[in-house]
Protein backbone atom coordinates (compact mmCIF):
# COMPACT_ATOMS: atom_id res chain seq x y z
CA UNK A 1 0.00 0.00 0.00
CA UNK A 2 1.17 3.63 -0.85
CA UNK A 3 2.51 5.36 2.25
CA UNK A 4 -0.09 8.05 2.83
CA UNK A 5 1.70 10.88 2.58
CA UNK A 6 2.95 9.87 -0.54
CA UNK A 7 -0.23 9.65 -1.86
CA UNK A 8 -1.54 13.41 -0.60
CA UNK A 9 1.48 14.36 -2.36
CA UNK A 10 0.18 13.11 -5.85
CA UNK A 11 -3.55 13.67 -5.19
CA UNK A 12 -2.55 17.77 -3.96
CA UNK A 13 -0.67 18.43 -7.51
CA UNK A 14 -3.61 16.52 -9.22
CA UNK A 15 -5.68 19.32 -7.27
CA UNK A 16 -3.89 22.40 -8.43
CA UNK A 17 -2.00 22.74 -11.76
CA UNK A 18 -0.87 26.21 -11.21
CA UNK A 19 1.40 23.96 -8.72
CA UNK A 20 5.70 24.67 -8.85
CA UNK A 21 7.93 22.15 -9.57
CA UNK A 22 9.76 21.31 -6.46
CA UNK A 23 11.42 18.11 -8.19
CA UNK A 24 13.94 17.27 -11.10
CA UNK A 25 12.10 16.92 -14.27
CA UNK A 26 13.32 13.32 -15.60
CA UNK A 27 11.53 13.33 -18.92
CA UNK A 28 11.98 15.09 -22.14
CA UNK A 29 10.44 18.73 -22.68
CA UNK A 30 8.10 19.72 -25.14
CA UNK A 31 9.92 20.81 -28.38
CA UNK A 32 9.77 24.53 -28.80
CA UNK A 33 9.36 25.93 -32.72
CA UNK A 34 9.94 29.16 -33.84
CA UNK A 35 7.74 31.07 -36.41
CA UNK A 36 9.57 33.66 -37.62
CA UNK A 37 10.53 36.91 -35.64
CA UNK A 38 11.11 36.09 -32.54
CA UNK A 39 11.48 38.39 -29.52
CA UNK A 40 13.02 37.14 -26.52
CA UNK A 41 11.70 38.81 -22.77
CA UNK A 42 13.23 38.58 -19.56
CA UNK A 43 10.82 37.67 -16.96
CA UNK A 44 12.19 37.45 -13.68
CA UNK A 45 15.17 36.02 -11.89
CA UNK A 46 16.48 34.67 -8.28
CA UNK A 47 19.42 33.21 -8.57
CA UNK A 48 22.62 33.75 -6.21
CA UNK A 49 24.85 32.69 -8.92
CA UNK A 50 26.00 34.75 -12.51
CA UNK A 51 24.06 32.67 -15.70
CA UNK A 52 23.94 33.59 -19.18
CA UNK A 53 20.97 32.50 -21.96
CA UNK A 54 22.44 31.83 -25.76
CA UNK A 55 20.26 30.33 -28.51
CA UNK A 56 21.96 26.89 -30.04
CA UNK A 57 19.48 26.45 -32.94
CA UNK A 58 18.29 27.40 -35.41
CA UNK A 59 20.49 30.11 -34.72
CA UNK A 60 23.18 30.68 -32.87
CA UNK A 61 22.97 33.52 -30.62
CA UNK A 62 25.15 34.66 -27.46
CA UNK A 63 24.65 36.61 -24.58
CA UNK A 64 20.71 36.86 -25.00
CA UNK A 65 20.31 37.51 -21.57
CA UNK A 66 22.12 37.67 -18.17
CA UNK A 67 21.14 38.30 -14.72
CA UNK A 68 23.97 39.91 -13.73
CA UNK A 69 26.92 41.93 -16.06
CA UNK A 70 29.71 38.87 -16.38
CA UNK A 71 31.82 37.96 -19.78
CA UNK A 72 30.76 41.37 -21.46
CA UNK A 73 27.47 40.71 -20.86
CA UNK A 74 25.54 43.06 -19.44
CA UNK A 75 22.90 42.55 -16.91
CA UNK A 76 19.03 42.64 -17.71
CA UNK A 77 16.02 43.26 -15.67
CA UNK A 78 12.59 42.60 -15.63
CA UNK A 79 10.71 43.44 -19.43
CA UNK A 80 14.19 43.47 -21.36
CA UNK A 81 13.49 42.52 -24.64
CA UNK A 82 15.55 41.44 -27.38
CA UNK A 83 15.18 40.86 -30.66
CA UNK A 84 16.33 37.63 -32.56
CA UNK A 85 16.02 38.78 -36.03
CA UNK A 86 16.43 39.47 -38.77
CA UNK A 87 16.67 36.81 -40.27
CA UNK A 88 12.97 35.41 -39.19
CA UNK A 89 13.80 31.91 -37.11
CA UNK A 90 11.78 28.69 -38.60
CA UNK A 91 12.00 25.37 -36.42
CA UNK A 92 13.19 23.76 -33.22
CA UNK A 93 14.54 26.32 -31.02
CA UNK A 94 16.82 25.12 -28.47
CA UNK A 95 18.93 27.20 -25.92
CA UNK A 96 21.68 27.03 -23.47
CA UNK A 97 22.09 28.02 -19.92
CA UNK A 98 25.90 28.49 -18.91
CA UNK A 99 26.79 29.08 -15.21
CA UNK A 100 29.57 31.16 -15.21
CA UNK A 101 29.82 31.19 -10.94
CA UNK A 102 30.12 27.38 -11.29
CA UNK A 103 31.19 26.20 -14.98
CA UNK A 104 28.26 24.02 -16.05
CA UNK A 105 26.19 24.81 -18.69
CA UNK A 106 22.81 23.51 -19.35
CA UNK A 107 20.67 22.96 -22.22
CA UNK A 108 16.95 22.64 -22.97
CA UNK A 109 16.90 19.45 -24.64
CA UNK A 110 19.36 17.35 -22.65
CA UNK A 111 19.21 15.75 -19.34
CA UNK A 112 22.15 16.41 -16.99
CA UNK A 113 24.39 13.06 -15.90
CA UNK A 114 21.65 12.57 -13.25
CA UNK A 115 19.21 12.13 -15.88
CA UNK A 116 17.28 15.71 -14.95
CA UNK A 117 16.29 17.74 -17.04
CA UNK A 118 16.67 21.97 -16.29
CA UNK A 119 14.22 23.75 -17.81
CA UNK A 120 10.60 24.05 -17.44
CA UNK A 121 8.94 25.02 -21.08
CA UNK A 122 5.19 26.23 -20.76
CA UNK A 123 2.64 28.31 -22.24
CA UNK A 124 1.40 28.95 -18.45
CA UNK A 125 3.51 31.31 -16.67
CA UNK A 126 1.26 30.22 -13.27
CA UNK A 127 3.34 26.63 -13.48
CA UNK A 128 6.15 28.44 -11.80
CA UNK A 129 4.37 29.39 -9.33
CA UNK A 130 5.32 33.15 -8.65
CA UNK A 131 2.07 34.63 -9.01
CA UNK A 132 1.87 37.44 -11.64
CA UNK A 133 4.10 38.19 -13.91
CA UNK A 134 6.39 41.12 -13.36
CA UNK A 135 4.55 44.42 -14.31
CA UNK A 136 7.98 45.49 -16.81
CA UNK A 137 7.66 41.71 -17.94
CA UNK A 138 3.75 42.17 -18.76
CA UNK A 139 4.25 45.45 -20.63
CA UNK A 140 6.55 43.69 -22.85
CA UNK A 141 4.92 41.14 -23.54
CA UNK A 142 1.68 42.70 -23.87
CA UNK A 143 3.41 44.85 -27.39
CA UNK A 144 4.28 41.67 -28.96
CA UNK A 145 2.58 39.12 -31.55
CA UNK A 146 2.30 35.59 -31.59
CA UNK A 147 2.09 32.89 -28.77
CA UNK A 148 4.53 33.11 -25.88
CA UNK A 149 6.19 30.23 -24.30
CA UNK A 150 8.19 30.46 -20.98
CA UNK A 151 11.24 28.92 -20.14
CA UNK A 152 12.36 28.72 -16.34
CA UNK A 153 15.90 27.44 -15.55
CA UNK A 154 17.35 25.12 -12.78
CA UNK A 155 20.97 26.34 -12.18
CA UNK A 156 22.45 23.72 -10.02
CA UNK A 157 22.68 20.42 -10.47
CA UNK A 158 21.54 17.81 -7.61
CA UNK A 159 25.33 18.03 -5.90
CA UNK A 160 25.42 21.92 -6.21
CA UNK A 161 22.35 21.64 -3.60
CA UNK A 162 19.85 22.50 -7.23
CA UNK A 163 16.02 22.84 -5.81
CA UNK A 164 14.63 22.14 -8.53
CA UNK A 165 12.02 24.94 -8.51
CA UNK A 166 12.50 25.66 -12.14
CA UNK A 167 12.26 29.56 -11.26
CA UNK A 168 15.45 30.76 -10.99
CA UNK A 169 15.78 32.02 -14.49
CA UNK A 170 13.04 32.94 -16.46
CA UNK A 171 12.27 34.15 -20.08
CA UNK A 172 9.62 34.40 -22.72
CA UNK A 173 9.75 33.49 -26.40
CA UNK A 174 6.79 35.74 -28.54
CA UNK A 175 6.10 33.65 -31.98
CA UNK A 176 6.69 30.69 -30.59
CA UNK A 177 5.09 27.31 -29.74
CA UNK A 178 5.09 23.77 -28.44
CA UNK A 179 4.47 21.21 -30.58
CA UNK A 180 4.44 18.17 -28.55
CA UNK A 181 3.61 16.90 -24.92
CA UNK A 182 5.16 13.98 -23.26
CA UNK A 183 2.36 13.06 -21.13
CA UNK A 184 -1.18 14.31 -20.05
CA UNK A 185 -1.61 16.53 -17.47
CA UNK A 186 -3.19 14.79 -14.83
CA UNK A 187 -0.83 12.13 -14.77
CA UNK A 188 2.35 14.34 -15.36
CA UNK A 189 1.09 15.97 -12.19
CA UNK A 190 0.07 13.00 -10.13
CA UNK A 191 3.77 11.59 -11.34
CA UNK A 192 5.53 15.05 -9.59
CA UNK A 193 3.35 14.08 -6.88
CA UNK A 194 4.62 10.74 -6.36
CA UNK A 195 7.88 11.35 -7.03
CA UNK A 196 8.46 14.68 -5.30
CA UNK A 197 7.33 13.36 -2.32
CA UNK A 198 10.24 9.89 -2.57
CA UNK A 199 12.60 12.76 -3.61
CA UNK A 200 12.47 14.48 -0.77
CA UNK A 201 12.96 11.54 1.30
CA UNK A 202 16.05 10.45 -0.15
CA UNK A 203 17.63 14.04 0.36
CA UNK A 204 16.34 13.64 4.42
CA UNK A 205 17.92 10.61 4.41
CA UNK A 206 20.71 11.52 2.74
CA UNK A 207 21.49 14.42 5.12
CA UNK A 208 20.78 12.28 8.02
CA UNK A 209 23.99 9.85 7.20
CA UNK A 210 25.98 12.63 6.46
Known amino acids: MLNKSILA ?16 ITDPP ?5 NGDVTAVYIFADAGDSSILNELTPQAIAQIFCNASVN ?3 ASVSGDTNELFPPPQLG ?57 TYIGWEDLTL ?30 LFGAGLAGAAWVGRRRAKKTKA
Open 9 to 24: AGIGLLMSTAAAHAVP
Open 30 to 34: PALNA
Open 159 to 188: DQDGDFDYNDLIFAFANTQLTQIPEPLTLS
Open 72 to 74: GCT
Open 92 to 148: SMVFSLENVSTGTTFTTNTADSDGNYHALITTNYADFGLGDLPVAAQTALSGLSGSI
